[in-house]
Structures are given as C-alpha cells and as structure tokens.
C-alpha cells in the first residue's frame, strides 16, 4: 500500500523515465508555474511528485525537509531525464522536461498541486476578459504535461489518479503500494513499478508462520495505504489459517502524542500478543517507537514493518534500542551506476535547478546559508564547500522511471526490459509491478552499534535465515507470540469463541484421557489414564495379600483357635474314656470341634488368591463349618430341653437321645446346607472376577481392580442365613433350658455361648454392609467375616470346652466315675431341684426346700463337684 515516505529503489524513478522513449506527442511552453516547483525546459515535459517535506503539523501544510525519500528521490529523476537527453539514439531529437512538485506528504495538499498538470487540458472562456484598454487579453497556453511519475504514499497517487484519469494523463508510481490500486477499472490510467502490498502482506503472513507466531497485533496509518495493507494481511491471514488478529488499531490523521500513548497501553491489554504488524508512516512509526518508551515496554514488542520502515535510519533515529528485532520488508533495490557520483557531485553552484537544494544543504550539513534560513537550532554557517559523502553521510536510497494517454499507456502496460540497474520491468494487466522484497532485521552488531541486516528474501515464496535472526534482550530462542500457550499433555483445547488461535486448557479429569487436540474420551471400564493422560492403561489388579495388616490379624487369631481347636481335640481322643469325656457326649463333641475347626479354616480360604478351587471351597466351607457347629449345639440344647419336658409329664425316656440318633439328627441339619451348597454350584458354576467397580476412586492413581470369587454381598448372607437360622433356634433352646438345675447345667454354656455369638454377628451385619460402598470393601468385610467366625468359633471353644480340658489336665482327680442313677431318678430330682428353687410362697403346698442331691458325706466329691459334673449326660440310656 501506499508508503508514505515509503523506500523502493532509486532504479524504480529511473526506470520510469527509461519509459519515455516511447513519447510521440510533444508540448508547450507553459506561461506560469507553482512556486514550489521545478521546471526544466524540454519537447515533452513529465510531471514529478514527491514527498519533499513531511506533513506539517498544527495546520501547516509542510514540515521538515526529507532527505531520503524527497530530495534524493527527485534527483534521481533529474539524473534520469538528463541521461536520457544525453543518449541521442534512445529519443532522437526529443528532449524531456519535468515539472516537479512537492506533495509534502498530505493527499490534499498534492491534489492542490497536481491541478497544475492538467491546466493545458482545460478549455478556458476567455470572451468576457478584457485589459483595461479595451483589447482582449493574448494568453500563453500552459505546457503540456504526458505523463507523471509518482507519488510516494498511496494516499496520494489515489487522490491525484483520480484527477489524471479524466485527462488520460498516465501515472507511474516508484513506492505506492496499496492493492487498492490495482483496480484496473478505477485506476486504469495508473501504473507502478514495486509490487502492491498484497504481495507484501503475503510476505508478512509468511514471516509470521515461520517464527511460528499466532496472535499479532496490527497498527496501521490511516489512509489507504496503511488500512488496506492491514485488510489485506487479515485477509490473507485467514485464509492461511493459524493466525488471529489480537487487536487492530489505527492512528489517526495529524495524531497528538496522547494517540500514540493510547495505541501502546491498547496494545498492552493483550500482552501475550508480542509481534506487532505496522503499517505507517515513517511519522507514525517514529511515534509508537516514542510511545513505547516512555511506557518503559523497550524490548517487549516484535515489530514486522512494512516497506514504508523498510531499512531507513529516519523512523529510528534515536529510538534504536526500541527497533532491536524489528523485521521489515523493501522491494529489492539495487544501485544505479553513475547515481553515486553524480548526486555526491552536486553543489550550491551547480544544482540551482532544484529550489530545495538550498534548504537540503543546511539539513544535510547542519548549517545555515543566509539570514534569514528557518533554521534556528544551529549557528554554524555553511561555506559551500561541503561535500556530500565526505561532510555528510550518503547512501543511495534505491527508489530511484511515461505522449498521447492511451497510446503511452499501452506501451507502458506491454512493455518490458532490463532497467539501468540490472533489474527486469515488467507490469501485468493491472499494472503491477512483481512481488520482490529483501527482508532485513535490525540488530545490535559486535562493536554494539545496530544496524539493519539481510535476513532473507521473498520472491514469490519465502527464503528466511532463522539462524541470523536476533532478537530483544539477547533472546536466543525466537520469542513467542500466541494467545494461547500448548496445553500441556492430557489436557484439551477449548477454543475461545471467534478465536481460533485463543482456547483455554481444560485438564481431561477422571478417567478421561486426551483423545486429540480438543477432546477427552473416557477409558474402558478395565483402563484408567496414564501419568501424561494421553492413553488408557490397564488398571492394575489387586487381592488381599498375606503381609496386608487386613489379613494378619484374622490370620493370627485363626492360627491360635486352630492350635487350640487340635489340642482341645486331642485331649479328648487322648482321655476318650474318661467321664468328662463321655459325659460331654463325645459323638456331638467331635462333630462341633469339627465344625469349630472348619470356622478357623475358611480364614485361610477367603485370604487366598482367588481361583476357581479356592472359590468352590469357598462356597463349601463359608456356611459349613458355622452349620456343623450350630447343628450339634442345636442338637444337644434340644435333647436337654425334650428330657426335662418330658420328664415333668412321665418317667419313661424321650425318643432320638442316644449318641447315635444325636448324630442322625445333627447330619440331616448339615445336609440341608449342603444342599443348598449343591444348587448354587448347579445355578451358578464357581469363577473369579475382577471387580473394577469396588475401588474405582475417583483418583484413577488408586483406582484398582480387585481380583474375588464371583460371590456377591447377598449370596455370603444367604450362605450364613441357614447357620445363623440355627443359632437362632438353638439360642431359644438355650432360654428355655436356662432353669435346669445347676448339677444337669451343660445348657447353662451353651446358653452363654449363644448369646455372645449372637452379639458377635449382630455386629457383624451392619459393618458388613455399611462398608459396601467404601474402597476398602475387600479388606474391611474379608476381615470382619473372618473375625466374626473366629470370634464364634473361640467363643464356642472356650465355654464348652477349655474348664473340661483344664479339669482333664490339672484336676485328673476330679475326672472319676460316680455312681449311676437311674433315668427316673435324675428326672425326678430335677423336677424336684426346679421347685425347690422357687421362692416359698412359689413353692406348691408349702414345700419345704429340701436338697435332692447328693449327700456330700457318702460321696468323695464335694457339693460344688456334684454341681459341676452330675448331669443328664450322665445318664446311661
């Protein structure tokens, strides 16, 4: 776009003129001309525009004297035309003149002076002007200008194409850029020879995908040329995809330094935008550099500037520390021979064809020539001997080129060649010159002094040097300038609305792992997330271990009732035959310290690690060895009970109390266990699991799969629900037998023995099932199941058997034969101990309590003795 003040090549003013020899038309002399122009006498005169002065500020039209883009400019079309005139055989007795004028860098001040091109093409009515004798006036017809080479910035060459297009009056410009002159249809009279800004757009999307850029921010000049490069490089931008615009600003026509602090702390508001597009004046440049000073933000902002920055001191000068970075793009330029030494040769004395060399010369060396020079800051008077190159700096600014309208631009449109520098020209249709652009970066070199440096180039693609580039602060790294930073691995993008550089992180929580850029998917139910959460792994399997403090105290109690289950055991095998023994009915006894051993045995069972053996033993010996125990308990409280019942209504003994029918009896009950035991393995076949649900945290770190037999909370209670049934009943039995007589009380143990077994599974069910829920489910309710028949197997152990043991071992005296009685005895003095034991007024006609055992004398044993050994047990039915 247009570039005000922007820098092309010196060899694009040359080449305009190098155009000319295809001028046929000629013109006239010219009766007056502006008085700030130049005019050089020729057959055919060209017009001239160029930014001489900046744009003046609080309402003057001009301001200082630009060295670059103005005065170097317009003598490169001086040396042109005068080369041009000096080769006879290029326009054989044609020699070219100028009219050259100041556009001081305002569109509406170069319209002004533009109309001095197009007086020789108006029609004036001169029937009604008379002199003052009366004779009508004799006017000198104005020259007739064929072509005019400029302007600089876009802005203008738009507002002076519009008024040279009525005329048909070509326009080649050397440095306006903006696509909005290649609209053939409105500008169809203007020609260019750099690239519009869409190429250089083009060139600015591509910088910013290589240093992998994705939020920019853009300013831009307003006018034409800095808003249409922003529209172009948005365009552009969005059609690449992966690159979001973070703000575009605009600096306002004659900006106050308020409108550049503003545009800085705007900026600022999205701080990760670091790389900043400007499209700007070489003033508006210099004033964001300024603004971002004194916001103290020096190093913060990556610039890419356009052509109009290109790679010229003026917008820097005494802000380099603030361009450090900066990336900026110019047309390729290359140096014309002879230039050099004609512009360094040029004096006071021998260029007073230009009316601003003398303003030059002070600005150059910094002096004054007069007087009355504007110049005030400097009392240094200027000798004339200066030189330009030896006195002053000099470099070659490289934007140093048109007969009838349509016939000239015909020629220019199809016309193409290799200029003085080397370089091809050539337009297309639009008349475009091709996108050519060296690329540079402003860097710190060794000795500390900044300076721009070639990077690259962009000729129809991009050829970036990412390895010279250096950037603010001795950064090694190219620095970052996104939105959004990566989200870190396990976490999705969740895109910003209308931002599709700008997302948030959102963490894949639970069991969900990342699946792309933007989602989470949820793990099957076995996997749960790895560290990262970019995949699913398998949940690892867990089961109660042997060293876990869960199994190694129902471990330990199993282990001490085993050793006294053997031992209580072999005490009675070893004295089988003595009265404790048979008096404790050996059948029933043998039978229930089985099933107490079965009780500490399934301990070892549940802890095991589950298989299809360990889990049909589990099945088979979860509810047995409780149903042994509770069937001969059952079956001993219910003889007891059916002896005395009976015994209060007749003499003659109960049916099914002998040791034989008592194992009959206690072997049908198990049975039915067994059954039961039978018909789960037919309906459900035993198989182990992996629950997957039981600990499935909410942290999927401690989430495990617990590896058990398929046996569910339900079926464990059904298989304990026949046991329990019969330690139900035989609790009853034990109530109603709680007022045998103590010399018959073997009930009285079993009575103490069920109710704290009751108490135990009591408290054994709601610490079952209220841990059903909880991540420790495994370990808490193996633990309490194994306890709970630990603790009712030793009950059982301990009150039935362990005083028997202890008389067997250390009383043996205490282990003899008494006397037998008859079974109408033993129920008659029962019947009689139960009413005697009644209070007196209880007592059924006035019965005096009498003892009906015993008498201690006739016996060796004590009274106490007879209370602990004389039982039914004794009878010998």
């Not at 002004?112 to 020789?120: N, Y």
């Not at 010159?433 to 500390?448: E, H, I, K, V």
């Not at 043991?805 to 250390?810: A, D, M, P, T």
């Amino acid at each position: 776009m247009a570039r005000p003040g922007g820098r092309v090549k010196l060899s694009s003013v040359w080449r305009l003129f190098w155009l000319m020899r295809t001028v046929v038309d000629f013109a006239l002399p010219q009766e007056t001309y502006a008085p700030h122009s130049i005019r050089t006498e020729g057959h055919l005169t060209l017009g001239g525009l160029f930014p001489v002065h900046a744009r003046g500020a609080d309402g003057t039209p001009c301001g200082d004297l630009k060295k670059e883009n103005g005065i170097q400019r317009l003598e490169a079309m001086m040396y042109a035309l005068d080369q041009i005139n000096q080769e006879e055989l290029l326009l054989p007795n044609i020699t070219l003149g100028a009219r050259v004028l100041d556009t001081c860098s305002r569109d509406t001040y170069a319209l002004e002076q533009s109309l001095t091109f197009v007086q020789a093409l108006i029609t004036k009515d001169t029937s009604d002007v008379r002199c003052t004798n009366g004779e009508p006036p004799v006017f000198v017809k104005p020259e007739k200008v064929v072509g005019v080479i400029g302007a600089s910035a876009s802005s203008v060459s738009i507002m002076v194409a519009n008024i040279l297009r009525l005329f048909q009056i070509p326009q080649i410009s050397y440095a306006s850029t903006a696509p909005e002159l290649s609209d053939d249809r409105r500008y169809d009279f203007f020609s260019r020879v750099v690239p519009p800004d869409s190429f250089q757009a083009q060139a600015m999307v591509d910088i910013i995908r290589a240093l992998d850029w994705t939020y920019v921010s853009t300013i831009a000049s307003e006018g034409s040329y800095g808003e249409k490069g922003v529209e172009a490089f948005t365009q552009l931008s969005k059609e690449a995809g992966g690159i979001c615009i973070a703000q575009s600003l605009k600096i306002p026509h004659n900006p106050k330094q308020e409108d550049y602090d503003k545009t800085i702390q705007q900026l600022l508001e999205t701080q990760h935008s670091r790389a900043v597009i400007i499209f700007a004046s070489e003033e508006d440049i210099r004033g964001v550099l300024n603004a971002t000073k004194r916001a103290n933000q020096v190093g913060h902002f990556l610039w890419i500037g356009s052509d109009s920055w290109g790679a010229k001191s003026s917008p820097i000068h005494t802000l380099e520390d603030v361009a450090v970075g900066a990336v900026t793009i110019l047309p390729k330029r290359s140096s014309i021979k002879g230039f050099d030494e004609y512009f360094t040769a040029l004096t006071l004395e021998n260029n007073r064809r230009n009316v601003w060399f003398a303003e030059f010369w002070e600005e150059n060396f910094d002096c004054r020539l007069l007087s009355a020079s504007k110049r005030e800051d400097t009392s240094r008077k200027c000798t004339g001997q200066e030189r330009i190159g030896i006195d002053s700096k000099y470099e070659q600014e490289g934007k140093l080129e048109a007969a009838e309208g349509k016939t000239l631009l015909r020629y220019i449109r199809n016309t193409s060649f290799n200029g003085s520098a080397g370089t091809s020209v050539v337009f297309n249709k639009n008349g475009d010159a091709p996108g050519r652009y060296d690329l540079f970066q402003f860097q710190m070199t060794n000795s500390s002094t900044p300076e721009y440096k070639m990077v690259g180039q962009w000729v129809e693609s991009l050829q970036l040097r990412l390895e010279e580039l250096q950037w603010p602060d001795g950064e090694q790294e190219v620095p970052i300038s996104v939105c959004s930073l990566p989200c870190k691995m396990g976490e999705r993008k969740k895109k910003v609305k209308g931002m599709p550089c700008c997302w948030h992180c959102e963490l894949c929580d639970g069991y969900q792992y990342q699946y792309d850029e933007t989602s989470c998917r949820l793990c099957a139910y076995n996997m749960r997330p790895n560290s990262n959460r970019t995949a699913c792994q398998p949940i690892p399997i867990v089961k109660l271990e042997w060293h876990s403090p869960w199994a190694i105290i129902p471990v330990f109690l199993a282990m001490l009732g085993i050793i006294a289950t053997i031992f209580v055991m072999a005490t009675f095998v070893r004295y089988n035959d003595t009265p404790i023994v048979r008096a404790s009915g050996r059948e029933l006894s043998y039978v229930l310290l089985t099933g107490i051993f079965l009780c500490y045995i399934i301990t070892f069972l549940m802890i095991a690690k589950p298989d299809v053996a360990v889990c049909a033993f589990r099945r088979i010996f979860l509810g047995l060895g409780m149903c042994i125990s509770y069937a001969a308990l059952l079956t001993k409280t219910n003889r007891i009970y059916r002896i005395f019942e009976q015994g209060k209504q007749t003499v003659t003994a109960p049916r099914f109390i002998s040791p034989t029918s008592q194992i009959a009896i206690t072997s049908s009950l198990i049975c039915v266990q067994l059954l039961g035991v039978l018909v789960w393995f037919a309906v459900d076949p035993p198989n182990t699991i992996i629950d997957y649900d039981e600990q499935k945290t909410i942290n999927p770190k401690l989430a495990r799969g617990v590896l058990k037999c398929d046996i569910t909370d339900l079926q464990i209670i059904c298989s304990l629900g026949y046991s329990i049934l019969l330690m139900v009943t035989c609790t009853i039995y034990a109530i109603k037998t709680r007022d045998v007589p103590e010399d018959f009380n073997e009930a009285k143990p079993i009575g103490f023995t069920m109710y704290t077994t009751c108490i135990v599974w009591l408290a054994f069910i709601p610490i079952f099932f209220g841990t059903a829920q909880s991540a420790e489910k495994l370990y808490i309710q193996t633990t309490t199941l194994t306890i709970s028949m630990n603790l009712s197997a030793s009950v059982a152990l301990g009150m039935l058997y362990m005083p028997k043991v202890y008389i067997i071992i250390f009383h043996p005296e205490l282990n003899v034969q008494k006397r037998k009685r008859s079974f109408k005895a033993v129920v008659t003095a029962a019947t009689m101990s139960s009413r005697l034991s009644q209070k007196p007024s209880e007592r059924p006609n006035g019965e005096a309590k009498t003892e009906l055992c015993e008498n201690p004398a006739a016996d060796p044993m004590s009274q106490a003795t007879k209370k602990t050994y004389v039982s039914y047990n004794n009878l010998r039915i």
